[in-house]
């Protein structure tokens, strides 16, 4: 989330004053572009590695506080959550074992990380979207507390005016709703920065927005949100659902969403893209900014153009344009935002090393892309790409559609091999990496591949909240071993450590696929509810689908008892029988608090219900009776 150091609460003056500073910044920017002030003669890389920290029973835990100040010295960063952190990487010049290199700096930085996580209790995971994530690990409580997030929390509210309204549909649909830019930290992702002298920035930069499709193809890992099984690479879809500041209208005017893949190829310079940003999107953090940029060239320095900065990364760009400054000299990078963490070190340098090479390799080959391919193929690829992965088919040049995995195999590699050769990296590491990815590509064996079968093989064993919490031990456990992904066995029930840590909140195993009446249909309706369906309770909500009341059979008897039949000539309506004093439970309460409430109260089951009292879940006494039986059982046997 970038640069912590802003003005958490403004005002318009303030605003209106950081909007100069940004376009003061661009025109020094504009400046050093014209006169050649930024550095072209050096490539070098880097790369950002998102973690989830996780507890014993593989679930998210918020103390992201306790392992910074564990790994001082380490360069680590905080991230939205409290369940997240980053570790970035240093400039890599780019030569014969950049690659080896960076992945050897990964895992012993994960070695390192890992030893401050379990000195506390838990674990850290590469993975796309945490498989074992809930809605209620998404609270503020669960937010880093920077002045950076709750400005940006404030802020986007603000221009969205309320909550977020999310719609994912995959195999499954995800339909929600949530009030904070929390949602955004289900996501995690390897960023791999890639530096373009500022001459070839627009050829290079199209370039990368041509090959996004394919490399994110073969680098899916994030199939799974909240158990249901929606795109290959779920992250984009929710990620820029997250961050849509727009508001629905009636007209037809056009906008934009924040997170983006942008509308057209790049003409002649970086400059273009910044000026769209700022057209089109609003300023949403402000920081008081001492230097000024002109100043600062005249005395023969490169400016921080702290104010571009800090607004560019408020606009998420799927690859995204940097400015920076090292050793004294300016330079310019694409950050690539679009691949998952994860599933091993080993196949994120995989992934990294595709996707430079292939750059590299098609602009030594072509070079300017635009007169062969459209603009809106490599949108519509990308958007293919990250339902489908290598079960996408993309639009390629000269008219062709062929199946990703067929494009990869066939001449994707060759680009990248030769790109990678020019750039120096010697063939030991083309073959080590490149090698990872056409073994990857060939048996279509990517992380999501990988989680969605490991999932289909355990669908009759465990509870969701097991078979979860298996996929993300194996997934953990698989990563510390370090072999690619496409050598994984498939993850097994017994890895999820048991059922005893997966039953202490209702919201690990209440009921989800619920069977619901408004309170103005008829009874009938829900006899035959019970009846079709083998229930025995059916809640009843309103139109704002708010839980109003609920039916139970006994009701029903009582109702059959004084002379009600399915043939009465006047059908009752539900609200007339239905038990209005609920006793009703958020997602959070433990299933000790769940089993007091039922005894006190003398009820068999407990609707449990958003803080806007939505309808979400229902837990039963049958669902008790489900958990407890194996208990009962094994201790008959001993």
Not at 589 to 595: C, D, G, L, V
């Amino acid at each position: 989330m970038g640069e912590q150091h802003v003005d958490q609460h403004v005002d318009s003056e303030e605003l209106r004053a950081f909007v100069r500073y940004v376009l003061r910044d661009l025109r020094a920017l504009e400046r050093m572009l014209a006169e050649g002030l930024i550095e072209s003669d050096r490539v070098r890389m880097g790369a950002e590695q998102e973690y989830f920290i996780v507890d014993e029973a593989w679930n998210a835990m918020s103390i992201s506080e306790d392992v910074l100040r564990e790994c001082a010295g380490m360069d680590v960063t905080p991230e939205l959550a409290r369940f997240n952190i980053e570790m970035n990487t240093p400039p890599f010049e780019m030569g014969p074992t950049t690659f080896s290199e960076l992945e050897a700096f990964l895992d012993e930085g994960n070695r390192r990380l890992l030893e401050c996580a379990h000195s506390h209790g838990a674990d850290l995971v590469m993975t796309g979207i945490l498989p074992t994530l809930q809605p209620t690990d998404l609270c503020l409580e669960n937010m880093y507390d920077s002045p950076r997030y709750n400005a940006f929390d404030e802020a986007l509210k603000r221009l969205r005016g309320g909550g977020y309204e999310f719609r994912i549909k995959g195999t499954d649909e995800l339909v929600m709703h949530h009030d904070s830019v929390m949602i955004e930290a289900c996501n995690t992702s390897f960023q791999i920065h890639l530096q373009v002298a500022p001459q070839e920035f627009a050829e290079v930069y199209n370039i990368a927005q041509l090959v996004s499709a394919p490399v994110l193809a073969a680098a899916t890992n994030s199939p799974l949100l909240f158990g249901k099984r929606l795109w290959r690479e779920t992250r984009l879809a929710l990620f820029q659902q997250s961050m849509d500041t727009r508001q629905a209208s009636s007209h037809s005017r056009e906008s934009r969403p924040r997170v983006a893949f942008g509308d057209a190829w790049v003409q002649s310079s970086v400059a273009e893209i910044f000026r769209e940003d700022i057209a089109r999107f609003r300023v949403l953090l402000a920081a008081h900014i001492e230097e000024d940029p002109f100043e600062a060239l005249a005395a023969g320095r490169a400016p921080d153009l702290t104010a571009l900065r800090l607004y560019n990364g408020t606009v998420y760009r799927w690859n995204r344009p940097c400015y920076g400054v090292g050793g004294g000299r300016a330079h310019l990078r694409i950050e690539n935002r679009l691949l998952p963490s994860g599933p091993t070190t080993r196949d994120e340098v995989a992934n990294a090393a595709f996707w430079i090479g292939l750059i590299k390799g098609m602009h030594l080959a072509i070079g300017d892309i635009r007169p062969l391919f459209e603009f809106d193929d490599a949108h519509s690829n990308l958007v293919a790409a990250a339902r489908l992965g290598l079960g996408a088919y993309f639009d390629w040049a000269h008219a062709r559609q062929v199946p990703a995995r067929e494009l990869i195999l066939e001449e994707l590699l060759n680009y990248a091999e030769t790109g990678l050769a020019a750039l120096g990296v010697s063939e030991t590491d083309r073959k080590l990496y490149l090698g990872v990815i056409e073994k990857r590509v060939a048996c279509g064996l990517t992380g999501s591949q990988w989680i969605l079968s490991s999932l289909a093989a355990m669908r009759k064993t465990g509870s969701r909240t097991e078979r979860m919490a298996a996929l993300t031990a194996g997934m953990a456990k698989r990563q510390q071993e370090g072999t690619p992904v496409h050598s994984w066995s498939l993850a097994r029930i017994d890895e999820s450590g048991g059922w005893k840590k997966h039953y202490q909140r209702v919201e690990q195993y209440m009921t989800t696929d619920l069977f619901t009446v408004n309170q103005n249909e008829a009874v009938d309706l829900v006899a035959c509810l019970m009846d079709w369906r083998h229930i025995r309770h059916v809640p009843v909500e309103d139109d704002d689908h708010k839980l109003v009341g609920l039916v139970s059979s006994r009701i029903l008897l009582r109702l059959v008892a004084q002379g009600w039949t399915p043939d009465s000539d006047r059908p009752v309506p539900v609200s007339a029988v239905m038990q209005r004093n609920i006793v009703s439970i958020p997602p959070s309460t433990t299933t000790k608090e769940a089993i007091e409430l039922m005894k006190e109260n003398g009820v068999a089951c407990l609707p449990v219900v958003d803080e806007e009292g939505r309808l979400i879940g229902l837990v039963t006494q049958y669902d008790l009776v489900k958990i407890a039986s194996p208990l009962l059982e094994q201790a008959l046997e001993e």
